[in-house]
């Protein structure tokens, strides 16, 4: 008797863990006795301005590490707000949720967009999300939304150095940064008044590329280089160059100012214009040579070099100029000797002038012409030479 109780226990307690198994078995993973979901966000309070509409990203992972799907829904919202979940740039109403590897993370995304009514009073609101995973496995995930007419923050367009000054000739740049102290991401159009000549870029902080716009995150800032180029012949005095960041919900405005403290200029000519002059063999040949500072500063430290024929010459009645003064002219004599024997025809020789801030140069074309005395020798040799044939003719030419 005691025999068959002992037997009937142990088959009830077999068949209890059958029936156990079988029920583990067929419920999903993410409902099993240690399952369940979670969801978050990185920042589940923030203020907003009645009609804007808000993105909040969320993250979600399984208790135990195993996969599922997992449905979405807004579980509270206040009267009139819209909102839906997003997951690559479409509405979802579910999310799958992967299985983690081995020592990974999950990482399964999605967002909730949030549209606050235009007339939406100010205050502090909550919002419910819901994440369920089947069988009674779920995560609530609560928003708290303060609805003000103030911004939070403004948003803005600064330089740490608007204003620079330098010579003509200067590049200027300028380290800007555009901080989007809106609740929703802004794309802001770049642009500038600039006066007549002038060149402007924008370029993203560690890029190469100019930029016609620009993407600033939520609550986030981008550093920006603006790049200024005046003309070559700008005149002395300060420029204030006006530039703009304007998103859908922004214009920002940002002053630079441009101080160009001097023109560098300067030119070497002749007095009458003429670039051409005769020149005979080891012989010196002077040219007059008028140097004039065009620009608005004194020029300094100015010295004269020339580029001539291998063999030739070239000196000057003063090779270094220590000052010129703005709007001056300096007259210098060059001598340019050709070389012995050198043959008749046209050369070229170049004279420059330049110093740190500026040059100028002038080409010359020099024809190298035969010695008069040679010609003289030349012709009394051919008049002798015509005397001697004349006499042997004469003598000789009867027999």
Known sequence: MRYRKVWNKGIGMMAAAAMAMAFTAAVPACAAESAGVDMSTAFPGITVKPGETVSFPLDFSTT??????????????????????????????????????????????????????AEAGEGTYEV??????????KDTLELEVNVSQEESGQSAFTSEYP??????????????????????????????????GWQITFTPSGESANVASLSVDAGSSQGMTVGVVPPDNVEKGEYVIPCTAVSANDTLNLDLTVEITGTYGLTL????????????ENKDSSVTLDITNTGNVDLTNLNLTSSVPTDWEATFSESTIDVLEAGATKE??????PCENAVTGDYAVSVSIRNNETSANADFRVSV????????????VIVVLVCVLGVIFKKYGRR
């Open 332 to 337: 210098v004599t060059a001598y340019i000797r």
């Open 369 to 380: 012409k035969t010695s008069t005395a040679w010609g003289i020798a030349a012709v009394a």
């Open 269 to 280: 000519a002749t007095p009458d214009g003429r670039l051409s002059f005769d020149a005979y």
């Open 64 to 117: 135990d590490g195993t996969g599922c799907d997992v449905a979405l829904s807004a579980a509270s919202l206040p009267e009139n707000w819209t909102g839906y979940f997003k997951g690559d740039n479409k509405e979802i109403t579910k999310i799958h949720v992967k299985a983690e590897e081995a020592g990974e993370e999950d990482a399964s995304q999605a967002s909730f967009s949030l549209t606050i009514p």
């Open 128 to 137: 419910a999300l819901e994440a369920d995973a089947g069988s009674g496995r």
């Open 163 to 196: 204003e620079q000054q330098g010579m003509s000739g200067t590049s200027f740049s300028f380290g800007t940064t555009i901080v989007n102290n809106r609740s929703t991401n802004q794309t802001y159009a770049l642009a500038a008044e600039i006066p007549a």
